[in-house]
């Protein structure tokens, strides 16, 4: 596909360099100065800015395989360095700050990850009172936890300890990160920091991994933050599970009890996963909108595609699917919706082509098993390569395969409910 290759740039043998893709054309404008050419192996380029050695560039590396980020921070962590671990992929930039063997604050580009948005996930903010801080930190320049004190919404104690916890949700969603590229930088601006903390780097990565392994094992009963859980026979007697299994009320998701309860969504997935494995809870499919379900989409699809980069089969199977896709019951509804690089879809792009259709409803209805069925056969052409590639991991952990497909049920048709059958 030519968007894969919209990187490129061709050094020809007067050694001038021409961009070749838009992508690449638009990365060298953002570059645009005096740049010395470093040492650097034959197959690849490094350059400095020219007059600016005020930061060295202590460690650098390409992600193929999730884990790398695990090794470099434990690496970091033993050395004691102070500096900025960046890791970029394709859809975030994310930044780690170390010094002498802590993890001392974090920062992400994700609107998910930043503070306004883990205060909502919690339950200390509701929307209306995000738009109250961020007009305020905008108009006053504050920064938004600044903005929420100020408002009284929060105590500043009690912020300090939610910057750690936005610090520690930053850390285990860049370690996570499985393609992609990182960069050690020498040192860093105290003024970057919310909030300086001293959290371990060994407890960080010890939990980050047991969360890897914990949410594959949660998808197989769970297989999304939208499914809606709901309670069974009496509560249990431990007061963590006794309190999520109080809230399940039939009607909130997942993601849904994360704010009520003032929990993250990974402490609720691993509530209500004891729940359902002793029979006190049960998982019924999300009725989803357009919009929830090209999300539910753009998940499995972007974690199978990074599976396939990792084995340089991710375009065949691009290509393959963007052939099927015009010849399915798609091809209209994904009309200028992508897919981007990475195989997401555009949500809202979807959702206005279905509401400019005279059939808009039955579309809607129809959109989740179209979706479901164009992903299958994403898995059904990704499977041989993942095969080759030994999918299964060796520590037991259930393969790519099992993952996507745990992923789609979400959006997997499913039979009408007891007495609403047509």
């Not at 001392?104 to 998910?112: D, E, N, P, Q």
Request: charged letters at 25%; a negative charge; glycine letters at 10%.
């Amino acid at each position: 596909m030519a968007e894969a290759r919209d990187d490129l740039v061709r050094i020809d043998v007067a050694g001038v360099a021409h961009p070749v893709g838009e992508t690449a054309r638009v990365r060298m404008q953002g570059r645009e100065g005096t740049f010395r050419v470093m040492p650097s192996p034959q197959h690849l380029v490094f350059m400095r800015r020219d007059g600016d050695d005020s930061r060295a560039c202590l460690l650098s590396g390409e992600i193929r395989v999730t884990g790398v980020v695990c090794d470099v921070a434990s690496f970091i962590g033993q050395s004691g360095q102070r500096g900025e671990l960046v890791v970029i992929d394709r859809g975030a930039q994310r930044s780690i700050y170390f010094d002498g063997g802590h993890v001392v604050g974090a920062r992400s580009s994700l609107a998910s990850e930043r503070l306004g948005e883990i205060l909502c996930q919690l339950g200390v903010l509701d929307p209306l009172q995000l738009a109250d801080c961020q007009a305020t930190a905008a108009s006053d320049h504050l920064r938004l936890g600044e903005a929420a004190v100020q408002h009284g919404f929060v105590t500043r104690d009690r912020l300090f300890g939610l910057v750690a916890a936005q610090t520690q949700e930053i850390f285990h969603a860049t370690i996570l990160v499985g393609s992609g590229a990182f960069y050690f930088l020498e040192s860093f601006d105290e003024a970057d920091l919310a909030a300086r903390h001293q959290l371990s780097i060994a407890a960080l990565v010890r939990d980050g991994v047991r969360r890897i392994h914990e949410a594959r094992f949660f998808r197989a009963r769970i297989p999304s933050s939208l499914h809606v859980p709901m309670a069974l026979g009496p509560a249990p007697p431990e007061p963590e599970l006794k309190l999520v299994h109080a809230a399940m009320d039939g009607v909130r998701s997942v993601a849904d009890l994360g704010p009520v309860l003032g929990l993250s969504e990974f402490e609720v997935t691993r509530a209500v996963f004891q729940l359902i494995q002793a029979g006190r809870a049960t998982i019924r499919p999300p009725r989803l909108g357009p919009r929830a379900a090209v999300e539910v989409y753009n998940e499995a699809v972007v974690l199978l595609l990074r599976e396939l980069d990792a084995i340089d089969q991710g375009d065949v199977v691009r290509e393959q699917l963007a052939a099927w896709v015009t010849t399915s019951s798609l091809g209209r509804i994904l009309e200028g919706a992508g897919p981007s690089d990475d195989g997401a879809l555009d949500a809202t792009r979807v959702a206005a082509n279905i509401a400019k259709r005279p059939d808009a409803t039955a579309v809607e209805e129809a959109l989740g098993g179209w979706l479901h069925e164009h992903a299958s056969y994403a898995l059904f052409l990704a499977r041989p390569h993942l095969r080759r590639a030994h999918d299964r991991a060796k520590d037991g952990t259930p393969p790519v395969s099992q993952l996507v497909s745990g992923m789609l049920e979400a959006i997997a048709p499913h039979p009408p409910e007891p007495g609403k059958a047509g």
